[in-house]
C-alpha cells in the first residue's frame, strides 16, 4: 500500500465488482483524482467476464484466463478492496450494511451486482434448479454440475429454461464439454440429451430471423430439442412442468430466465422497477437519490429496456466513471446514451460463432477468432497491470470542499507539530471510539469505562503477569483487516507463553485528514481489533493514537500466567527427539511484498489474510495437552530465525524437512519469481546457522525458511510418539495445514545447529 500525498477528502464507495465498476476501476487507475479514494466492496475476488463464460463452459479457456482479479485491479488503481457481502445501506447516514465488517462511509456511491434468478417465482425451481445467475460463484454451480454429471451412470437428459442468446450459447457449450467429458471417460456422449425451453414461439426472440435460422439448424444439428410456447411453470426433482403442458423427466435443469433485482435492494428505499432493479435517470444516478449510482444488470432505465448482458455493462463503465468523477468535482453530469443497435457475437460452443447486429447475420469459425481477439485484448487490460503512478493535484482537478473542510485539509498538509500536538484531536478519538465496546473485566479496575491516567489492573492471587508489545506499519489498506490482523498478532506473543490474555493497550498513529475521514478510520481500525480482543477475552484498557505519514498499529498485551510457571510454554524446553509441529502455512512475507508489485493473485492474498486472522489461542491448549516441551509463535524473523530462537536455549540442534513445510497458496510461486519481503536479507544473515546438501539450498522452499511472518502459526515441540495425534487434533480444530515438518536432535558439535533435509 502507498502513503497518501493528498488528505482524502471525498470516498466513492462501488458495490459489486460487475462489468462496469472494473471499467470505473481502470479509469481511476489510468487517472486519479487526488483526494478521492475509491473502495470497492465484493464479495468474489475473482470476478467473471461474462463474454468468455461459455467459452469457459466449453473448455476453451481456464479459469484465470476468463477472471478478473478484482483485489489486483483494485491495488492497481489505488483503490481499496473489501471482500465481503453488502447487505444493505443507510441512505441517511451514508453508510454500506456489510454481512461481515463494520458499515463503510462513503460520498457516492455506486452499484453494479448484477442480476438474481427470481427462482421463488416457479414452484420448485429455487430446490431443484440451478441457476446461473447471480454470477458469482456461478463457477462452484456448473463444476458441481459437471461433477454429477460425470458421475451419473447411463442416459442424462438435461433442460436449459431460457432460450435468450444466454440460454442459447450455454447449451451449446455445455453440451460440447460434456460430450467430451463423456468420451474421455470412455463412455457414449450420445447418453446425453439436452431440451432447450422458450416462453416465445421462437428462440433468441431479440435477434433477427437469420440469426435464429442459423441457431435452430445447429441445435437440430446437435440433437437438442427444443420446446416453443413452453414457460416452466413448475420443477420438481427429476423434472418439470410447462404452461402448454408438455412435462419432462430430466436429471438437471438449468435456469438462464427470469433474472431480478438483488432482494435487499428493496429496503434501501431506492426506486426499483417491476423486476426489482434500481430506476436510474440518463446520467446512471438513481432517480431517488442523486448520490446512488446504478449500472449493469441491476440498473434499468425507464423507457429504455436494455437487454441485461454483460456488453451494456461494460458500456456503462465509462460514463459512470466519468460522473463518479462528476459529483465529487461539483460539475454537471452527463447523459449516458446506450447505442441502439449492438453487435453480438454468440458462440456455438465449438470455436464457431454467429454475429448479430440489428438485420445483420455472419457466421463462421472466424467469427470465434475474431469474438477471441476482442475478448482476450479487453481482458489484457485488466490483467497486464502496472503500479499506479502518484499524481499531483492540479488546478482544475481540485476536489471542492466546504468551509470547514478547507481549513481541516490546509492544516493537514501543513507542518504538524510533534510531541503531545501530534496526538489525535479528543474529540474525533472520542467519536471514533463511541462505537467501540471493549469486553469489561472484574480485574480491570480502571479502564476506558472510566478512562483515567493510566490503567489499573488486579493480578489474582497465585498468577503472574505475561508482558508483550507488537507493533507494525499497515501493510493492507483496510483499516479494520489491519486492525483485526495486528490484534491477533499481538495476541500469538501471550498465547505462544500458555498464558490468558487480561488487558492491551493500544498505540497507532493515523495519516492527518479531514476530520470525518480520520475518525472513520481510527474506528474502523479499532472495530476490527477489538473484536479479536473481545474474543480472547482481552480488555483493551487505554491507548495512545498520534499522526504520523503512515497507519501503524501495535499493542502492548498483558496476560496472566501461573506464577510457579505450571503451564508455561518457553522456547528452551525442547528435548532430542521430539517432532517440530508447525501449525500455519508460511508465507506472509513474500506475498505481502508480491500483492505490493501486483506479481500476486488476489485470492493468494485473501487466503493469507485469513491465515492472518486465524488465533493460536485453540492450538496451545491442542499442544499442551500433547505434551509440548516448548513453543514460539512465527513473526517477523522467519522460520529459522524463532527456531534458532528456541534451539539456542534448549541446547539442542533441530532437523527440518523442507518438502514439509505447509506453505500458503501461492508463496512458492512468488518466491520462486524472487520477489521477497523487505526484511529477508536481514533474517538471510542467520543462514550460517544452516547446513545440509546444496540440492537443499537450491530448493524452492528454501528462501521460505528467511521469510517474516505476520500473525504465523506457533513452533512446537512435541513427544515424536504424540505427534500424529497432535497433528489430526490440531487439523480438527481447524487448523487445516498443521503439519510435523522436522525433528529436535541432540546438540552436535558443529557450529550449525539447523540441519536440512529435502
Ligand atoms: C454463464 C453465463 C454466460 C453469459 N454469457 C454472456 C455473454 O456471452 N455475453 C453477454 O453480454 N452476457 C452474458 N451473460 C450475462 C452477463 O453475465 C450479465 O449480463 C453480466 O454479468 C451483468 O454484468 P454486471 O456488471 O451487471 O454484473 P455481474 O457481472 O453479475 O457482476 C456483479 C458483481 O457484483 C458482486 N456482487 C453481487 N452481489 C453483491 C453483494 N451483495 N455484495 C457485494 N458484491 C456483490 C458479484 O460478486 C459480481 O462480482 C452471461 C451470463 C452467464 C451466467
Known amino acids: 500500500m502507498r502513503p497518501a500525498t493528498s488528505p482524502i477528502a471525498r470516498d466513492i464507495v462501488l458495490i ?13 487507475a489510468m487517472k486519479p483524482l487526488p483526494g478521492v ?58 453508510k454500506v450494511l456489510c454481512r461481515t465488517r463494520p458499515p463503510v462511509a462513503y460520498d457516492a456511491l455506486s452499484i453494479n451486482i448484477g442480476s438474481t434468478p427470481q427462482l421463488s417465482r416457479v414452484e420448485g425451481a429455487a430446490d431443484h434448479a440451478v441457476p446461473v445467475k447471480p454470477i458469482r460463484r456461478f463457477n462452484e454451480r456448473w ?28 447449451t451449446l457449450a455445455m453440451q460440447y464439454r460434456l460430450r467430451g467429458e463423456m468420451a474421455a471417460l470412455g463412455r457414449n456422449p450420445d447418453e446425453l440429451r439436452f431440451h432447450l425451453f422458450s416462453a416465445d414461439p421462437s428462440i433468441l426472440p431479440t435477434h433477427n430471423a437469420a440469426v435464429r435460422r442459423a441457431f435452430e439448424g445447429v441445435l437440430a444439428e446437435r440433437g437438442v430439442a427444443i420446446h416453443r410456447d413452453a414457460e416452466v411453470t413448475a420443477v420438481y426433482a427429476g423434472g418439470l412442468q410447462a404452461r402448454n403442458g408438455e412435462a419432462l423427466a430430466a436429471d438437471e435443469i438449468v435456469w438462464v430466465t427470469q433474472a431480478g433485482g438483488a432482494s435487499w435492494l428493496r429496503e434501501t428505499g431506492l426506486a426499483l422497477d417491476g423486476d426489482g432493479f434500481i430506476r436510474v435517470r440518463d446520467t446512471l444516478q438513481s432517480e431517488t437519490d442523486p448520490l446512488v449510482f446504478a449500472a449493469g444488470d441491476c440498473a434499468s432505465m425507464p423507457g429504455l429496456p436494455l437487454e441485461k448482458a454483460g456488453v451494456f455493462a461494460v458500456r456503462m463503465g465509462k460514463p459512470l466513471a466519468e460522473n463518479l468523477r462528476r459529483m465529487v468535482l461539483r460539475r454537471p453530469l452527463l447523459a449516458y446514451r446506450p447505442q441502439r443497435r449492438w453487435l453480438a457475437l454468440i458462440s456455438t460452443g465449438d470455436r464457431h460463432a ?139 506473543d501471550i498465547f505462544a507463553m500458555g498464558g490468558v490474555p487480561q488487558s492491551a493497550t493500544a498505540i497507532a498513529t493515523v495519516p492527518p485528514g479531514l476530520e470525518s475521514k480520520v475518525e472513520d478510520t481510527v474506528f474502523q481500525m479499532m472495530a476490527g481489533a477489538v473484536a479479536v480482543l473481545n474474543e480472547a477475552g482481552c480488555a483493551l484498557v487505554g491507548g495512545h493514537t498520534g499522526e504520523g505519514s503512515e497507519l501503524a498499529l501495535g499493542f502492548a498485551i498483558n496476560g496472566l500466567i501461573d506464577e510457579k510457571l505450571d503451564g508455561v510454554l518457553r522456547k528452551g524446553g525442547m528435548r532430542p527427539g521430539d517432532a517440530l509441529i508447525l501449525t500455519k502455512p508460511i508465507g506472509t512475507g513474500t506475498l505481502l511484498a508480491a500483492h505490493a508489485r501486483l506479481k500476486a493473485r488476489g485470492r493468494w492474498i485473501d487466503a493469507a489474510l485469513a491465515s492472518m486472522q486465524q488465533s493460536n489461542r485453540l492450538a496451545v491448549p491442542c499442544l499442551v495437552a500433547h505434551g509440548a516441551t516448548a513453543c514460539t509463535d512465527l513473526t517477523g524473523f522467519g522460520l529459522l530465525g524463532h527456531l534458532v530462537e528456541m534451539t539456542r536455549p534448549s541446547g539442542v540442534d533441530a532437523e527440518i524437512d523442507l518438502v514439509a513445510l505447509p506453505l500458503l497458496d501461492g508463496a512458492a510461486e512468488t518466491a520462486a519469481s524472487g520477489i521477497l519481503s523487505s526484511l529477508q536479507p536481514a533474517n538471510v544473515r542467520l543462514r550460517r546457522a544452516l547446513r545440509g546438501p546444496p540440492e537443499a539450498l537450491q530448493h524452492p522452499n528454501y528462501p521460505l525458511l528467511f521469510d517474516p511472518q505476520t500473525a504465523g502459526g506457533l513452533l512446537a515441540s512435541v513427544p515424536a510418539e504424540n505427534a500424529d495425534a497432535c497433528i489430526a487434533a490440531l487439523r480438527n480444530l481447524g487448523y487445516a495445514r498443521a503439519a510435523c515438518i522436522g525433528r529436535v536432535l541432540p546438540a552436535g558439535d558443529a557450529l550449525e545447529p539447523i540441519h536440512l533435509r529435502i
Not at 16 to 28: E, I, K
Not at 393 to 421: F, H, K, N, Y
Open 37 to 94: 479514494r475509491l473502495t470497492v466492496i465484493c464479495t468474489d475476488t475473482d470476478t467473471p467476464y461474462s463474454g468468455m463464460l461459455p467459452g469457459y463452459i466449453a473448455g476453451h479457456y481456464d479459469f484465470d484466463e476468463v477472471h478478473i482479479d478484482l483485489r489486483r485491479l483494485a491495488e492497481a488503481a489505488g483503490a481499496r478492496y473489501y471482500r465481503d457481502e453488502v447487505t444493505g445501506i443507510d441512505r441517511a447516514a451514508r
Open 354 to 492: 454467429v454475429a448479430s447486429r440489428g438485420g445483420l447475420f455472419a457466421r463462421g469459425d472466424w467469427v470465434w477468432r475474431w469474438k477471441d481477439g476482442i475478448d482476450r485484448r479487453f481482458m489484457r487490460r485488466f490483467n497486464e497491470l502496472e503500479p499506479m503512478a502518484e499524481r499531483a493535484a492540479t488546478a482544475a482537478e481540485a476536489v471542492p470542499l466546504d468551509e470547514g473542510e478547507r481549513t481541516q485539509a490546509i492544516s493537514a498538509v501543513a507542518m504538524r507539530c510533534g510531541g503531545c500536538g501530534a496526538k489525535v484531536g479528543a474529540t474525533v478519538l472520542s467519536r471514533a471510539l463511541a462505537g467501540i465496546h471493549p469486553i469489561e473485566r472484574d480485574d480491570v479496575l480502571i479502564g476506558l469505562h472510566a478512562p483515567d491516567d493510566a490503567a489499573v489492573l488486579r493480578v489474582p492471587p497465585g498468577s503472574a503477569l505475561v508482558h508483550t508489545v507488537d507493533f507494525f506499519r499497515a501493510f493492507i489498506d483496510d483499516p479494520w483487516l489491519l486492525g483485526r490482523i495486528a490484534a491477533n498478532h499481538a495476541l500469538g
Open 16 to 28: 459489486g465488482g460487475g462489468h462496469s465498476h472494473v471499467g470505473v476501476l481502470r479509469m481511476f
Open 143 to 170: 463444476l458441481a454440475l459437471l461433477a454429477r454429471v460425470r458421475a451419473h451412470a447411463g442416459p442424462t437428459t438435461i433442460a436449459v429454461i431460457g432460450a435468450g442468446a444466454g440460454g442459447v450459447e450455454l
